[in-house]
């Protein structure tokens, strides 16, 4: 039995009108995710990898394309209620604690009462925030905020998980534990799309790899298919963005 796309994206394009021109932020992307995946997203600074998350996740609007998410309009409730997202910079209510954080969060879902209280104390204490839960917000370093951005795209129990640069701001222990996590999520069948500059650790976690460059998609494929004939995924990487360059000038 053929395994489903989770995610199908068809000719996505998001341009704004700037200086008396257009400027392709997203320039016609299509790629599909089958269920169980860990698929990460790359490309040099500005080269459309938020714009392209929010546009799925329902923050952005397309100039143009499709988004279909287990067949159905990314936009439609039911959908939303099946996806998960970690912002980059993840926002949180200062004078809330983490544990009051999650708990709001999962409020936004046809969440009973008993499974939302049992989904906070267990996300606290997976992503290594049980000792910090009944502190305020205000007071969690940059690596704990990711910690707690992380378990509120995990609240309600997402089919599909989407996270923008979930690694950044983590130590090695952090990020070796959210890294554990995410394998963890693709054990139990869920899918992942995440954005990472940190090339090792996509290398590492994923089973796919898109590149993305000045909003164009140019190279797909397996880590080790890519990597073939270079040192590591930083090394293909840097020379493919640096073939382009040349090109273009």
């Given at each position: 039995?053929?395994?489903?796309?989770?995610?199908?994206?068809?000719?996505?394009?998001?341009?704004?009108?700037?200086?008396?021109?257009?400027?392709?932020?997203?320039?016609?992307?299509?790629?599909?995710?089958?269920?169980?995946?860990?698929?990460?997203?790359?490309?040099?600074?500005?080269?459309?990898?938020?714009?392209?998350?929010?546009?799925?996740?329902?923050?952005?609007?397309?100039?143009?394309?499709?988004?279909?998410?287990?067949?159905?309009?990314?936009?439609?409730?039911?959908?939303?209620?099946?996806?998960?997202?970690?912002?980059?910079?993840?926002?949180?209510?200062?004078?809330?604690?983490?544990?009051?954080?999650?708990?709001?969060?999962?409020?936004?879902?046809?969440?009973a009462h008993e499974v939302r209280i049992?989904?906070?104390?267990?996300?606290?204490?997976?992503?290594?925030?049980?000792?910090?839960?009944?502190?305020?917000?205000?007071?969690?370093?940059?690596?704990?905020?990711?910690?707690?951005?992380?378990?509120?795209?995990?609240?309600?129990?997402?089919?599909?998980?989407?996270?923008?640069?979930?690694?950044?701001?983590?130590?090695?222990?952090?990020?070796?534990?959210?890294?554990?996590?995410?394998?963890?999520?693709?054990?139990?069948?869920?899918?992942?799309?995440?954005?990472?500059?940190?090339?090792?650790?996509?290398?590492?976690?994923?089973?796919?790899?898109?590149?993305?460059?000045?909003?164009?998609?140019?190279?797909?494929?397996?880590?080790?298919?890519?990597?073939?004939?270079?040192?590591?995924?930083?090394?293909?990487?840097?020379?493919?963005?640096?073939?382009?360059?040349?090109e273009d000038k």
């Amino acid at each position: 039995m053929p395994i489903m796309d989770v995610l199908n994206i068809k000719n996505l394009s998001k341009s704004y009108h700037l200086n008396g021109g257009d400027v392709h932020v997203v320039d016609r992307l299509t790629l599909s995710l089958k269920k169980g995946e860990v698929f990460g997203f790359l490309g040099p600074n500005g080269a459309g990898k938020t714009t392209t998350i929010k546009m799925i996740v329902g923050l952005a609007f397309p100039s143009s394309g499709e988004i279909k998410i287990f067949g159905k309009s990314n936009t439609d409730l039911a959908t939303k209620e099946k996806i998960g997202f970690m912002s980059e910079h993840p926002y949180f209510y200062s004078y809330l604690t983490g544990r009051e954080m999650l708990d709001f969060f999962g409020k936004l879902f046809p969440i009973a009462h008993e499974v939302r209280i049992k989904n906070t104390k267990e996300l606290l204490e997976k992503v290594g925030l049980a000792d910090a839960a009944d502190i305020p917000v205000r007071k969690y370093s940059k690596g704990m905020n990711q910690r707690l951005g992380l378990a509120s795209a995990l609240i309600n129990d997402p089919k599909i998980i989407f996270l923008d640069e979930p690694l950044d701001g983590l130590d090695p222990l952090g990020r070796r534990q959210i890294k554990e996590i995410i394998k963890d999520l693709k054990k139990e069948g869920k899918t992942v799309f995440l954005n990472s500059h940190i090339l090792a650790d996509a290398e590492e976690i994923c089973d796919q790899i898109g590149i993305i460059d000045r909003g164009k998609l140019i190279a797909r494929g397996e880590p080790k298919s890519l990597v073939k004939g270079s040192k590591s995924l930083e090394d293909f990487f840097v020379k493919l963005i640096e073939k382009r360059r040349r090109e273009d000038k």
